[in-house]
Every structure is written in structure tokens, then in C-alpha cells.
């Protein structure tokens, strides 16, 4: 019987096992998209104990305790924080198969060097263990980021941001990992919002500048760009229910955005043409700087409205939207490209229905501005376990040059997160390894070696310029 998750966890042949332990192992990490806070970066960070590590913002963790019939009180209320460790530990015997089962088991190994599976009756000795060494003057957030080998990530920043501490690590010497900004521009795009109103305002703040109609917004955020730029930022990210596309006249655009900075909420298709307009407007702002940009589909956010408004967003209660994507999406690449505006982009999708509609979509707008300029970007969120990765890469492999994939993220708010690009590498070194074992690639580790460290780091550092 194979030992649990040891030298060769998910490396079932030897050449699996050579391309992970010789190539894949050791190369750093580059983590172009993430939710880590760069105060807490700045700041060196140190944690109160495993519950604020583990648990603190960690929906994928609340969703899990919530199947188990665990009280909300011992998930986000006021519950101690050994009493919301021992509820999640409780979970993990009927975890099997679930991705948290892996990525906890990794965490609790690489980080503490804790062997033990977790269950209710290990938690105690578990908590103590990892609490001590949590205590230890060394174990911090800039540590952790250091000891996971972390080359570079990007953070996740609204344009209104005033970066404040993406500079003072940009000028901190004494951090060797680049730490970059990425814009999230979602609060400017959703118009509908009964806060948007507020947010221009906020926006015009920051730039420095009225906002009194649409092409004074476009120039406050060129200037947000200009400055994002100027600090290091290499992508944009948007996140999407279903990507919008509504032909528009400029007269169009400027009466919606009156109509909204006049309290009056745009109907569904003004809505529409206002989101196209400003990504196209963006878009094309992007490939001025090189930028990628990042576009995530098929989330549908706060199914529970009940919750909502207990206990917020980003707290566990979104999922997976069924929504027809193709038709949008290409006539807005289409747009931009025609424009001679369509910057690097990085396409993510929730629903795994839609995994060859985006594959196949890359391969309709690529060029020779960029290798693979289109990239199908990793399995994200609900697809970010085993299956999900390998039915990704499969289908990137049979679509497109998966020798050029740009690789895993994180997506993360945690410190101990970055075993998830460890799972992916052994995920990656055994479907490459399957397929020299089954006689479907050149038998040369050496060169598909070469490959692998280019998927883990090389190929985003080329992409991202970074």
C-alpha cells in the first residue's frame, strides 16, 4: 500500500517521479494572481495562532464546516479560536477526495512538519504543535513567502488604491520577492451598484480630477493606470458573472453614465454598453503598457441573500454560473483586435462546460506580438483540484501548445497557501509522465524537464515581463 502523501504523492509512474523531484520541485514560484495583503506583507505580519493562519477569510474552509453542520458561530462568529480549529479538524476524516484534504495535509507538512492526519481526536496535539512554531520569531508572512521560494506575486488593487506599501516594498531592499500590483477595476464597471455613485467620487479623489461625464472617467483612470504602472504592475483582472458585449454610440455611453451619477439606476442593456465601452476603452489602455489582461467568467455571487447580510461577501456562498459565454467574448477580443487593441490576455472560467469554448476561443486571436499571447489561464476556484487541473491542461494540450502555459496561481488569501503550486507541479509531472510512460511524448526527461520549469516559472516571468 502507498504511504500517505510522501515522497511521491500523485506521481504514479518514474518518470512522473524524475520530471517533479529533478525539475519541477525547486523552481521558484511565480504567483501572478492573489488576495495576500501587501501591509501585511510590508508589515512582516505575525499570526496569533493556526485558527487566524487557517481559518481567518478562508472560504473554501467555511464551506466545508457548513456541509458538516457546524454552527456559524465556530465558522466567522465568536467562537475561540481552538474551538473554530477543532470544528474545521472535525470535517476532514469525510474530506476524502476533496482538494482541502490535500492542501491541508501539505501546509501542516511543509510548514510545521506535522505527519499526523488531521481528524477531532489529533486536534489538540496538532494545535499545540503548530502554535508553537507559529510563536517562533521567525515564522511571519515575509518568512513564509521566502521559505515557499516565492519569486514574485501580484496582489489584487482596486484603481483607487493609493499603493502605498507596493512602494515602500518596492523600496525595501532588504525583500528580495517582487511584489507588483494588479488593477481590479470591477467597482467602476458595475454601474448598477448602489455604491457607484460614491465610488467615481472616491475615484476622482485619487486621480486628482472632476468626474463629471465618460471620457473624464476614462481619463481618470488612465491616470490610475499611468501610476499603477509607474509602480510595477504588469495586469489587470476582472471578474465576471457573464462577459458583456452591446454595441454603443459615444452620445449612448454619456447619457447612462448621467443617468447613473444622477441616482437613476441604467436598465439591464444600458448597463451593458456602458461595461463594453469602458473594457474596450480599457483594453486598448492595456496594451499600451503590455499589460495582460486577466478576465475571470462564471461566478454567480451571493446565492444567499440571508447570509449576505449576516455576514458579508467573499464569506463562502458563491458558485458556478451556467451562462453562454462564446458569443460575447468574441465579439469583444474581435473589437479590440480590429482597434489594434487586444492586449495579452489570460482567460479563466469556473464552469468546466465552458473549458473548450475558451481553449478553442484563444486560438481564434493569437499573434506574434507575444508567445501564446491568448492564454487559457489554470483551473480556477470550483475547478481547482485534481480533476479540474488535469481536465485543463488536457484540454490546453489538445487545443494549443500546453508547453507554453503559463501556469498556476494561487488566488489566495493565506501565507501557507503556496503548497497549492506544489499539488499542481505533481499534478503536471504525472500527466507529462503518463505520457512518456505511454509511449505519447519523446522519451527525454531532459527536455521535458526544460518544459515543466518552463510552465512552473519561465514562461509567466516571459509573459508577464516580470
Partial sequence: MTRFMKEDFLLESKSASILFHTFAKSVPIFDYHCHLDPKEIYEDKHFEDLAELWLGGDHYKWRLMRANG?????????????????????CMPYAMGN??????????QRYFDIEETLSEKTAKAIWNKANA??????????????????????????????????LKLKNDTSFKTKVLPAMR???VLDITDEGFRDYIRLLASAANMTISNFEELCGALKQRIDFFDEVGCRASDHGFTHLPYETYTKDEIETIFKKAMEGDIPTQK????????????????????????ELHIGVLRNNSTKRLSQIG??????SIHDANIALNLSRFLDHLEKQGDLPKTVLFTMNPKDNW????????????????????GTAWWMQDHRDGMQEHMKCFANSGLLGRFIGMLTDSRSFVSYTRHEYFRRILCNLM???????????????????IEDICLNNARRYFEV
Fill in 133 to 166: 512554531r507559529i510563536k517562533q520569531p521567525d515564522f511571519s508572512a515575509r518568512q513564509l513567502i521566502k521559505d515557499s521560494n516565492v519569486y514574485a506575486l501580484c496582489t489584487t488593487d482596486d484603481p483607487v488604491d493609493s499603493l502605498e506599501y507596493h
Fill in 70 to 90: 457546524t454552527a456559524e458561530r465556530f465558522i466567522t462568529g465568536e467562537a475561540s479560536g481552538y474551538e473554530k480549529f477543532r470544528s474545521f479538524a472535525s
Fill in 185 to 187: 477595476p470591477d467597482k
Fill in 357 to 376: 469554448v475558451i481553449a478553442s476561443m484563444a486560438g481564434n486571436f493569437q499573434s506574434d506580438e507575444a508567445i501564446s499571447k491568448m492564454q487559457f
Fill in 270 to 293: 444600458e448597463a451593458n454598453q456602458y461595461k463594453t465601452a469602458l473594457m474596450v476603452f480599457l483594453g486598448s489602455e492595456y496594451k499600451k503598457k503590455n499589460w495582460a489582461m
Fill in 99 to 108: 482538494p482541502l484534504y490535500h492542501w491541508s495535509h501539505l501546509e501542516l
Fill in 313 to 318: 461577501i467573499n464569506a463562502g456562498f458563491d
Fill in 433 to 451: 509522465g503518463a505520457w512518456i510512460e505511454n509511449g505519447e511524448y519523446a522519451d527525454d526527461l531532459e527536455e521535458a524537464g526544460r518544459i
